[in-house]
T-cell receptor, first 111, second 110 residues
Framework: KQEVTQIPAALSVPEGENLVLNCSFTDSAIYNLQWFRQDPGKGLTSLLLIQSSQREQTSGRLNASLDKSSGRSTLYIAASQPGDSATYLCAVSHNFNKFYFGSGTKLNVKP | NAGVTQTPKFRVLKTGQSMTLLCAQDMNHEYMYWYRQDPGMGLRLIHYSVGEGTTAKGEVPDGYNVSRLKKQNFLLGLESAAPSQTSVYFC?????????FGPGTRLTVL
């Protein structure tokens, strides 16, 4: 069974700092990996999707990398802002039917 | 274009009562999913559907039933609610890759 782990569970940083969130998974035979953002009391919003054949994806200040062989992904956030405060979840899929989620990293960016 | 909507947003049930959660999507997606989210455990897949008239079990299907009679709707039923089913329930839909999530239903079973 696929296990997805996110470390740290919570992170607090001052505004403007660059930061890295980590995601690891036990079964490297994945179809793709996604990073989501979840605001309190809300649903999930997809940030970046990396196909298994790709190494990274970028969107604005966000960059996600994937090392499938080692079972790791990182989400890099540049020049963090208070509006980035949210819980970030990663999810892996083995096909388009089943997704396995980590428990998330709760990020607090202090003004 | 509303995306994925869920009804209701909140519900309180007594043990043994039944209810149905409704999920609707307007993106013509083939795939739909029901998850539950519990503190510290991330999201766990309950059931999913790969098309109209089809359903399949996910990671935690016990105590739940689903139906996909129309492509745009995916229903999650609790026949006899238990306190262990207190959770936040999310519906999602997808094409071939990205999942789009609804706002969630917060269910409390007393």
């Amino acid at each position: 069974k696929q296990e997805v782990t996110q470390i740290p569970a919570a992170l607090s940083v001052p505004e403007g700092e660059n930061l890295v969130l980590n995601c690891s998974f036990t079964d490297s035979a994945i179809y793709n990996l996604q990073w989501f953002r979840q605001d309190p009391g809300k649903g999930l919003t997809s940030l970046l999707l990396i196909q298994s054949s790709q190494r990274e994806q970028t969107s604005g200040r966000l960059n996600a990398s994937l090392d499938k062989s080692s079972g790791r992904s990182t989400l890099y956030i540049a020049a963090s802002q208070p509006g980035d405060s949210a819980t970030y979840l990663c999810a892996v899929s083995h096909n388009f039917n089943k997704f396995y989620f980590g428990s998330g990293t709760k990020l607090n960016v202090k003004p | 274009n509303a995306g994925v909507t869920q009804t209701p947003k909140f519900r309180v049930l007594k043990t043994g009562q039944s209810m149905t959660l409704l999920c609707a999507q307007d993106m013509n997606h083939e795939y739909m999913y029901w998850y539950r989210q519990d503190p510290g455990m991330g999201l766990r897949l309950i059931h999913y559907s790969v098309g109209e008239g089809t359903t399949a079990k996910g990671e935690v299907p016990d105590g739940y039933n689903v139906s996909r009679l129309k492509k745009q709707n995916f229903l999650l039923g609790l026949e006899s609610a238990a306190p262990s089913q207190t959770s936040v329930y999310f519906c999602a839909s997808s094409g071939e890759d990205t999942q789009y999530f609804g706002p969630g239903t917060r269910l409390t079973v007393l």
